[in-house]
Nanobody
Framework: QVQLVESGGGMVQAGGSLRLSCAVP????????MGWYRQAQGKERELVAR???????EYVESAKGRFTISRDSPKNTVYLQMTSLKPEDTAVYYC???????????????????WGEGTLVTVSS
């Protein structure tokens, strides 16, 4: 059973920083892309940042220059360092990982997206 374990959310004043972590315990799988999404109250979930297995990153325009996504592959962990936080960054942040598992003795693999339960980030003005 693949699970994503998130941590690091909380409340911070505008201009402050937070670091989110998302770990995937276990080793019987291969992790491809990992990313962070967020959903503010009354809005749709949106991509914040993602990182490929090879380390290529992508950010939503509003996060460029303020947020940094990184991953520690041996630890199956992805991080989101958030700085210069704004009230409009307030949202539930979700980790997503595309994970590949072996499904039979011949070594056939399937991949699917797994989501964490979300961690609340609140930025006060």
């Amino acid at each position: 059973q693949v699970q994503l374990v998130e941590s690091g959310g909380g409340m911070v004043q505008a201009g402050g920083s937070l670091r989110l972590s998302c770990a995937v315990p276990g080793s019987s799988f291969r992790i491809n892309d990992m990313g962070w999404y967020r959903q503010a109250q009354g809005k749709e979930r949106e991509l914040v940042a993602r990182i490929t297995r090879g380390g290529t990153t992508e950010y939503v325009e509003s996060a460029k220059g303020r947020f940094t996504i990184s991953r520690d592959s041996p630890k199956n962990t992805v991080y989101l360092q958030m700085t210069s936080l704004k009230p409009e960054d307030t949202a539930v942040y979700y980790c997503k990982a595309n994970i590949e598992i072996v499904v039979n003795v011949e070594g056939a693999r399937i991949s699917r997206d797994y989501w964490g339960e979300g961690t609340l980030v609140t930025v006060s003005s």
